[in-house]
């Protein structure tokens, strides 16, 4: 008999074609791939039984007796009546030729029959042999495409978590250069506001000294470093925003050889008793394959590739982050110390002057009051001479009135005359002296009033450097971040 059917194994070698497209392949995947499964044309069978096919037995007859030609049907026929020509159609050696050939098919029938059955036993035997030969290879890829399966999703997890790891270090310097900006732009506000409080100086301090030079270059130095700070805040947003797209990548490849894992793993475990199993008559000719072996691991090897790189490329950008906060603080944190001193030398300058001023005002004042009480004496004085003057005068008028010759220029007049003239020069020297000391007065009042304008001036340029200036720079000292050290 002739085996018509067999039991299907299907094989996937044909999956159906998609529009992505990847790169050609540039490597191999950890374990070598077999060719695929050629594509068997197997016979369609009904279940789970066999039919099978009878062999052809071509019986030969004898042929019948031959009619004579040109004659009737009629004539040809034995007669009815000739009871001898009807019944007796063959002849002996008829009769033993067909049971000798009966025999003889019947034995080639037997012979043949064996033979089929030596020959479907063996072929059974060559199919089953075949079928599981090439399950075990079945069986012995897909354990191969585990292994590389396995091997890539470590890849790809050990990178992920590097690139993770690196992504929340690059997040942190981002917001550690955040907090810094902050600081400059909070450095920048109180650089400015005194320069503001030192235009509310009056007089002659309202002079560009030292400390408004380095309040200058304090400023310069704030707006160079906030620029440069901005510019790789912007950096870090950029590579952040590409970590993640390679993060992206390589969780959604992760993802991709998970399923593939959970599936081939399936697969690979299945056996002719496991349940599930099915037909699924004509899955052979579909090709839903996108990739070969050495494309599939060329596009998860350039993913590594490229979070590997975005990741060495971070690295390098946080580096320069941390040396670049060092030496912008360092900067800003030396300027800061200039401009201190700037305030600290002018504050003891100008605390110098104003004590200088508070000696020079009490001086004066002493003075003012020494020449208050002398011109109070030279007018004591000059009204002293008054009486001693309207004596000798009225002496000298009551001797006028002397008769004639009484009229005489004696001693007493000369005396009385002479007395007169010296308390005149007296009274005119008083006065005189009384002017001078009236103006060294004005001068002293003049020099008061100067010195107490001058003590007011450097008493408010001290309120605005010490207690305005000095106290914002003195709590932000307190409050800053030194981040050279961190």
């Not at 279940?47 to 004579?68: D, E, Q």
């Not at 440069?228 to 993640?244: H, I, P």
Request: charged share 30%; net charge neutral.
């Amino acid at each position: 008999m002739e085996l018509l059917g067999a039991p299907s194994t299907g094989k996937y070698a044909n999956p159906r074609s998609t529009s992505v497209s990847f790169p050609p392949a540039t490597s191999t995947s950890a374990s070598g791939y077999k060719n695929r499964i050629p594509y068997y044309s197997f016979p369609q069978t009904c279940g789970h039984r066999f039919y099978y096919k009878p062999p052809a037995i071509n019986p030969v007859l004898t042929p019948f007796p031959k009619i004579s030609q040109g004659s009737t049907p009629s004539q040809g026929l034995p007669s009815i009546s000739n009871k001898r020509s009807l019944f007796n159609r063959y002849t002996v050696e008829d009769w033993y030729r067909s049971n000798l050939t009966n025999c003889r098919e019947s034995e080639t029938s037997w012979r043949n029959a064996e033979r089929l059955r030596v020959d479907s036993s063996r072929l059974i035997q060559d199919r089953y042999q075949q079928t599981r030969k090439t399950q075990a290879e079945s069986t012995k890829n897909l354990g191969e495409r585990v292994k590389d399966i396995e091997f890539w999703k470590s890849e790809l997890s050990h990178e992920l978590d590097e690139m993770i790891k690196e992504t929340k270090a690059l997040t942190g310097w981002k917001e550690e250069l955040e907090k810094a900006l902050a600081d400059a732009e909070v450095h920048l506000r109180i650089a400015q506001e005194c320069l503001f409080h030192r235009e509310k100086r009056m007089g002659i301090d309202l002079v560009y000294d030292d400390v408004e030079e380095q309040l200058l270059i304090e400023v310069d130095v704030v707006r160079s470093c906030r620029e440069t700070m901005e510019q790789y805040v912007d950096k870090a947003k950029a590579q952040l925003d590409s970590n993640r797209e390679a993060q992206h990548q390589l969780e959604r490849d992760l993802a991709d050889k998970r399923a593939a894992h959970r599936i081939d793993d399936k697969c690979y475990r299945l056996r002719n008793t496991s349940n599930g199993i099915n037909y699924y008559q004509g899955v052979e000719r579909i090709d839903a394959t996108v990739s070969e072996p050495e494309s599939w691991a060329a596009f998860t090897d350039n993913n590594i590739l490229h979070c590997q790189r975005e990741r060495a490329t971070s690295t390098k950008l946080r580096d320069k982050i941390q040396s670049l906060l060092a030496v912008l603080a360092d900067k800003m944190s030396s300027q800061f110390n200039e401009v201190n001193v700037a305030f600290t030398n002018r504050i003891i300058e100008t605390g110098d002057a104003k004590g200088k001023i508070q000696t020079h005002l009490a001086k004066t004042l002493q003075e003012i009051f020494q020449t208050e009480m002398n011109l109070e004496a030279v007018r004591e004085a000059i009204r002293e001479k008054e009486p001693l003057l309207k004596v000798a005068q009225t002496r000298l008028d009551e001797r006028r009135r002397r008769p004639n010759w009484e009229l005489c220029r004696d001693a007493a007049q000369l005396g009385l005359v002479n007395e007169v003239h010296k308390i005149h020069e007296m009274i005119q020297s008083l006065q005189l002296h009384l002017k001078e000391n009236e103006d060294a007065l004005q001068m002293l009042l003049r020099a008061k009033s100067l010195l107490q304008n001058d003590l007011d001036v450097k008493a408010n340029s001290l309120f605005i450097d010490q207690e305005k200036c000095m106290g914002m720079r003195n709590t932000f000292t307190r409050n800053i971040r030194l981040l050279a050290g961190a």
